[in-house]
C-alpha cells in the first residue's frame, strides 16, 4: 500500500501565497508523475499541475505564472507553490501519485490519492 500525507492549506487572503506538500511512503519502487487536483463545492475534481519523474511539469490554464509544482525524489514528496491566490482558487487540493509496485510476480503502475487539504482564499 501506499500512503499519502498532505499538508500546508489553509485561510489567506487574495493576494497571498501558500505552500502545499504531500508525501508518499510505502513499498513502492518507483513513483511516476504528481499532480495536484482541486474541487470546489458544487465542481468536478480538476488538474492544477502535474510533474514528471524527468521533471517535464504541466499547468491548468487559470494558475499558469502564478502556481509551481515541484518534487524532492529524495523525500517522495511533491509540492506546491501557490501565489498570488484568488477567492476563486478556493478549493479541496488533492494530490495524486502514480507508483510502480510489485505485487507477487506480477508489477504494474497504480494511482493513489491523498486525503484532501483545505485552502479558502478570501477576498
Known amino acids: 500500500q501506499v500512503q499519502l500525507v498532505e499538508s500546508g492549506g489553509g485561510l489567506v487572503q487574495a493576494g497571498g501565497s501558500l505552500r502545499l506538500s504531500c508525501a508518499a511512503s510505502?513499498?513502492?519502487?518507483?513513483?511516476?508523475?504528481m499532480s495536484w487536483y482541486r474541487q470546489a463545492p458544487g465542481k468536478q475534481r480538476e488538474l492544477v499541475a502535474s510533474?514528471?519523474?524527468?521533471?517535464?511539469?504541466n499547468y491548468a490554464d487559470d494558475v499558469k505564472g502564478r502556481f509551481t509544482v515541484s518534487r524532492d525524489n529524495t523525500k517522495n514528496t511533491v509540492y506546491l507553490q501557490m501565489n498570488s491566490l484568488k477567492p476563486e482558487d478556493t478549493a479541496t487540493y488533492y494530490c495524486?501519485?502514480?507508483?510502480?509496485?510489485?505485487?507477487?510476480?506480477?508489477?504494474?503502475?497504480?494511482?493513489?490519492w491523498g486525503q484532501g487539504t483545505q485552502v479558502t482564499v478570501s477576498s
Open positions: 495524486k501519485v502514480i507508483v510502480g509496485m510489485s505485487r507477487g510476480n506480477y508489477a504494474s503502475t497504480y494511482q493513489y
Open positions: 510505502g513499498s513502492f519502487f518507483s513513483i511516476n508523475n
Open positions: 510533474v514528471t519523474s524527468g521533471g517535464t511539469t
